[in-house]
């Protein structure tokens, strides 16, 4: 990913990474016509992204979290959600409800 930048109050970025760490995004998260319903941070540290409406098995892209808060500055709020926790909502004016999620493998033990 080439170098930009971001319209973004340092103030606000309270993630513990930088504003160019990519996530996997699905296809329509930058999609104006949409908005994005559920964001998962993996136990891995990953954050990955879904807009509303299912992605029909597209494959997720890899956009930076920065142009993510850009577009949809109540990402910004999740900062501090913990590694297995998802947070989701039904409508794009919704608060965020957080939850932890099960794991998908299972090579826990
Ligand atoms: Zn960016």
């Given at each position: 990913m080439s170098e930009h930048t971001h319209?973004?109050?340092?103030?606000?970025?309270?993630?513990e990474f930088a504003l160019n760490t990519l996530a996997y995004a699905s296809e329509k998260v930058m999609d104006p016509n949409y908005f994005i319903e559920e964001v998962y941070h993996d136990q891995d540290g990953d954050w990955q992204l879904f807009h509303n409406g299912g992605d029909a098995g597209t494959p997720p892209k890899l956009i930076c979290m920065g142009c993510i808060c850009e577009g949809d500055p109540s990402i910004l709020k999740l900062y501090d959600m913990p590694k297995g926790w998802f947070a989701y909502r039904d409508r794009v004016d919704q608060a965020w409800t957080r939850s932890p999620y099960e794991r998908q493998d299972d090579d826990s033990d």
């Open positions: 319209n973004i109050n340092p103030e606000e970025w309270k993630f």
